[in-house]
């Protein structure tokens, strides 16, 4: 165990430096895991896990792949990978209410599944069938449709996303990126299980022990990350980093749910917290308040588990519990764990684990909101930053010919500018006409606020446009846009719905076709510093898209009916070009009128036969063989 | 009709009813603005290889402003050279007269056309061929008029898509064979031909067409001449880049008649077929075999609208004379009419209301199909009896049939 020989040579002294060190990008030790707490308004709770490992690039070529997971770094080396990030997600981020995303969005995908990678390779054909062989390998490594990431759901974004690692020159100049979503693919826990398999301590220790699909999949929102890249070191050999993110938003009243009893029931009426405020309040109407209840909860309730002390394996410098909540909030913890906290954030503390297997709790208690002192929101929770741009995105018009797409995107800050990427990769049955795209602004501030401009084409500095081929790849669309402070951007488009095959329609066709979302990469800007001094990301929502269906019931009486008309158009033509005219009366005689005389001629003769059985027999059966031949 | 009477000239008349014609676009057009954004929409009228949407300057211009080509995409299936036409047009979100005008002139064009295919009495008298029933027949007013007061040639013009161009070089082509100029009757088939391809099916009973026309026994060296009026055709078609269209409509896509159209195989098939079997069981009408195969376009194309309808049923009226010889005129005449009126409900029914499914449409598109292709058959039917009783004058007025 090296770490531990390793950690018990630094003095105390140096600690402190040393895990300022480690949480900033330098990897120090070899693994690392950590768990952020993050109380949030209206009863949530964002909880951050992070694990990190590293082995050198040597050392990777050789294969001797120490914390990083073998099973991956094997696909990555057959598949000529230099970095690789993949995301499932699930649910939406509140931007709204919780503010900021967790890592600057950086570590999360659209809803559904997300892969991108750059690819070592000499031309873009030789890219393609390394990523084919990515995307089935991880489909079988992650139990995910990844395989389906085909043409027509891959792009190579232009301007959205940079390597995030270091890659020497050589290398850099032969990368490809490839990007593909699978936006309706349903994260699960089929998802996590390999996800906690690649971890040194496997969820069997560590923060990662309280990692349960029952109560990951049922957090508001849920996002989990995989990015491998090299990184170098000033002045150090350069290491293949593995980053493992989830971040979830939990509902605490719904995690607090026991396993046994997860109905929810219907709260009595004389439990509800209800706005007395409204002038509608009566004992028959509730508006319910918005902080319904003062947060209280412990580590296993919301987890349904409880933390198995710490993984071995771990830093031990690194502290695995930290919880982000104001100086004021009352946490109690079990025993010989040690508090930490950082000199320059306040609101952060941080819990040193003791090495032996002991299970760790936390417990945040209720705190009153009457009595003598009297305790509020600003108590319970860090009031979170706004974040840089609001963005939600939806589809407009109605009927299933044509429709539109509008994406608002607000600048929330009084005196910056903020700068960024809109990417959009829509699915080829969206026939998105380019020309029909709009910006329109609308100042908050200023001497025309308020209102809603003519068009501002302004707003868009840049636009990379890749259309859509029929069944061969969808439409890339790249737009940098700059909104002003204080402004609001209206962005829509028109497309047209196309009506796709018999076999191109997915089971529950009526259900929609999923629309993954868009990327939206804030660039850092110079002038501001501080938060907008590196790069981060938001992501909208996904669309689902009715197309027009046709009937699944009859495809063959379409062929049949189909066949028919052609059948008869053909042959009514066919008939009168190839056939004499004749008078009624003239010419051989037709089949039917054929049959007519000789069924006549039939009849006439039994008449005759039965005249002559009647009168003289033998006279009769001779006239009946002279008639026959 | 002899020849000296001809007047290709528009007398007062016809001016005034081309004023008419074009008012009454031009009031349709700004009387209701939002009327030609609504028929351009119109899956009737509007196919994706004519769509005026997806051709106007602006759709192609940021095309070519994002550095791409308007080609390497699924969205713009037109010729090339409509290309500098339309960023010739100013942008017609601002400037929309200027198409209304444009499409309003390119209709008048083709009623001009087909006034003087009608004057030149070819329907009823070919140099092969002279109609026992040749006197009864529209004059080039009337046609030009049924042709320009049509709903549905009303409809695609204010629908304004690339189609109406197609029509108007195929009737100039006609009408340029009939008046013997050869070179401008093929000049104006490789245009149609380029713009949509299909037309070049018309080469054969066009060359025979302008080959009667010029027909002077005292000298052969016109049918030289001829042949190398057709190569023209013939390269000028071959040189066009739009075969990536061609290629791209057999692959099975679903269009407006969505199931139908899965089955493109089946449409280029009996298209090509029908031109050689009219051409030569009607070589002495070529008119008519012209007439026939339009009618079999505007249903078997692919991406039919009623653009094509518009033009077939625009030169039957040339064939007045064999009227009275249509045995389902009436039969005809109401499946039209009930598709018509029944095609936009049901799509409706279909795409908006959601209070109908798919077999709504599909089974009024068979319908409609079939209403057209009676008419052409009944038409064809016309034809040849009117042929036949030249031979049998006793004939007439009886009970026949085919054998």
């Known amino acids: 165990m090296q770490p531990f020989s390793l950690s018990s040579l630094i003095p105390l002294l140096t600690f402190l430096v040393s895990f300022v060190a480690a949480s900033s990008a330098a990897p120090a030790a070899d693994y690392h895991e950590q768990l952020n707490l993050k109380p949030l308004p209206q009863n949530s709770l964002l909880a951050s896990f992070n694990f990190r490992s590293n082995t050198s690039l040597p050392e990777f070529e050789a294969h001797n792949f120490r914390f990083f997971p073998r099973s991956l770094g094997q696909i990555l080396q057959h598949a000529g990978t230099r970095e690789l990030h993949l995301r499932f997600s699930l649910g939406r981020w509140d931007a709204e209410t919780w503010g900021a995303r967790p890592w600057d969005g950086t570590k999360e995908g659209g809803t559904g599944v997300e892969l991108w990678a750059w690819l070592e390779a000499e031309s873009d054909e030789e890219a393609d069938h390394k990523w084919l062989t990515l995307t089935n390998a991880l489909s079988g490594l992650f139990c995910a449709s990844l395989n389906f990431i085909d043409s027509t759901r891959t792009t190579r974004p232009v301007m959205s996303f940079r390597p995030e690692g270091d890659h020497p020159n050589t290398t850099m100049a032969n990368m490809h990126l490839l990007h593909g979503v699978l936006p309706r693919e349903v994260v699960c826990t089929e998802n996590l299980t390999p996800f906690l398999k690649l971890l040194p301590c496997k969820g069997k220790a560590g923060v990662s022990s309280l990692l349960d699909g029952h109560k990951l999949f049922d957090a508001s929102w849920q996002s989990m990350a995989i990015d491998v890249k090299p990184v170098c070191p000033a002045g150090e050999e350069c290491v293949l980093q593995i980053e493992q993110t989830i971040d979830m938003v939990l509902d605490i009243e719904r995690s607090k749910r026991p396993r046994d009893n997860p109905i929810p029931r219907p709260i009595p009426s004389h439990e509800l917290k209800c706005n007395t405020t409204k002038p509608y309040h009566a004992d028959d109407t509730c508006f319910p308040t918005d902080s319904l209840n003062a947060q209280e909860w412990t580590l296993n309730q919301i987890f349904g588990k409880s933390m198995l002390g710490k993984c071995p394996l771990t830093d031990p410098n690194v502290p695995p519990v930290c919880i982000q909540a104001p100086h004021t909030r009352d946490v109690f913890t079990s025993m010989d764990v040690q508090e930490v906290k950082e000199p320059g954030n306040e609101n952060q503390r941080c819990y040193l684990l003791p090495s032996n297997e002991e299970e760790f709790h936390l417990a945040l208690p209720f705190m009153p909101r009457d009595g003598d002192r009297p305790k509020t929101d600003a108590d319970e929770f860090v009031q979170p930053a706004t974040p840089l741009l609001y963005a939600e995105r939806s589809l407009t018009g109605h009927g299933q010919e044509h429709g539109g797409v509008q994406a608002i995107l607000t600048n929330p800050s009084p005196d910056a500018e903020v700068e960024f990427v809109y990417m959009e990769s829509l699915p080829w049955f969206m026939r998105i006409y380019l020309h029909t795209l709009k910006a329109r602004i609308s100042h908050r501030t200023g001497s025309d606020a308020g209102q809603t401009l003519r068009d501002d084409d302004d707003v868009i500095k840049e636009i990379y446009y890749r259309p859509f081929l029929d069944r061969q790849r969808g439409t890339q669309l790249e737009i940098r846009m700059k909104i002003p402070p204080g402004s609001t951007v209206f962005m829509a488009y028109d497309f047209e719905k196309t009506i796709l095959r018999y076999t191109e329609y997915p089971p529950d066709a009526n259900r929609g076709f999923d629309v993954a979302a868009a990327v939206i990469t804030i660039l850092p800007s110079n002038s501001t510093g501080g938060r907008a001094a590196r790069m981060s990301n938001l992501r909208t929502t996904g669309m689902l898209l009715n197309l027009p269906t046709p009937d699944f019931s009859m495809p063959y009486n379409v062929i049949i009916f189909t066949s028919t008309c052609i059948a008869l158009a053909f042959g009514g033509l066919y008939n009168i070009l190839v056939r004499r005219f004749v008078g009624r009366d003239e010419g051989p005689e037709v089949s039917l009128v054929k049959l007519q005389k000789r069924l006549q001629e039939a009849a006439q003769r039994v008449k005759e036969r039965v005249q002559e059985r009647l009168g003289v027999a033998g006279k009769g059966a001779k006239k009946v063989e002279g008639k026959t031949d | ?403």
């Open chain 2, 1 to 403: 009709m002899p020849k000296d009477k001809m007047s290709f000239q528009a007398t007062a008349g016809t001016a005034g009813l081309f004023v008419v014609a074009a008012a009454l676009r031009l009031l349709l057009f700004t009387a209701f603005p939002g009327l030609p954004n609504l028929l351009t929409g119109r899956v009737e009228i509007s196919t994706p290889v004519t769509s005026f949407k997806r051709c106007t300057c602006r759709r192609v211009c940021s095309l070519y402003n994002h550095n791409v080509s308007p080609y390497d995409g699924g969205v713009y299936h037109q010729a090339p050279l409509l290309l500098p036409l339309f960023s010739l047009l100013p942008d017609p979100s601002t400037y929309p007269i200027f198409a209304y005008i444009l499409y309003t002139l390119v209709d008048l064009l083709s009623a001009n056309a087909l006034y003087k295919i009608a004057e030149s009495g070819e329907g009823g008298a070919s140099r092969l061929y002279s109609s026992p029933r040749k006197e009864k027949r529209w004059s080039g007013y009337v046609v030009a008029a049924l042709f320009l007061f049509n709903p549905f040639t009303i409809a695609t013009c204010i629908g304004r898509p690339t189609s109406v161009f197609t029509t108007c070089a195929i009737l100039h082509a006609v009408a340029k064979a009939l008046s013997g100029n050869i070179f401008t009757s093929m000049l104006s088939l490789s245009f149609a031909a380029y713009l949509s391809m299909y037309p070049l099916l018309l080469l054969p009973p066009m060359v025979i067409l302008a080959y009667d026309r010029t027909y002077n026994p005292k000298a052969p060296k016109s049918l030289a001449q001829l042949a190398g009026m057709c190569t023209l055709a013939l390269t000028l078609t071959d040189l066009t880049p739009n075969a990536g269209l061609w290629g791209y409509s057999p692959s099975p896509r679903c269009s407006t008649a969505s199931v139908r159209s899965s089955f493109g195989f089946f449409w280029l098939h009996p298209i090509s077929s029908y031109t050689p079997a009219l051409t030569i069981r009607l070589r002495q009408q070529p008119l008519a075999v012209i007439t026939l195969l339009l009618g079999i376009f505007a249903i078997f194309k692919p991406y039919p609208s009623i653009a094509d309808t518009s033009l077939f049923l625009s030169l039957v009226p040339c064939f007045r004379h064999v009227f009275p010889l249509l045995r389902y005129s009436f039969v005809t005449a109401s499946v039209v009419l009930y598709g018509t009126f029944l095609g936009p409900a049901f799509y409706h029914l279909w795409i908006y209301a959601g209070s109908g499914n798919a077999n709504f449409f599909y089974a009024i598109t068979l319908v409609w199909s079939l209403g057209l292709s009676l008419l052409v058959s009944d038409l064809a039917f016309a034809v040849l009896r009117d042929e036949w009783e030249v031979e049998r004058p006793e004939m007439r007025g009886k009970e026949i049939r085919q054998i």
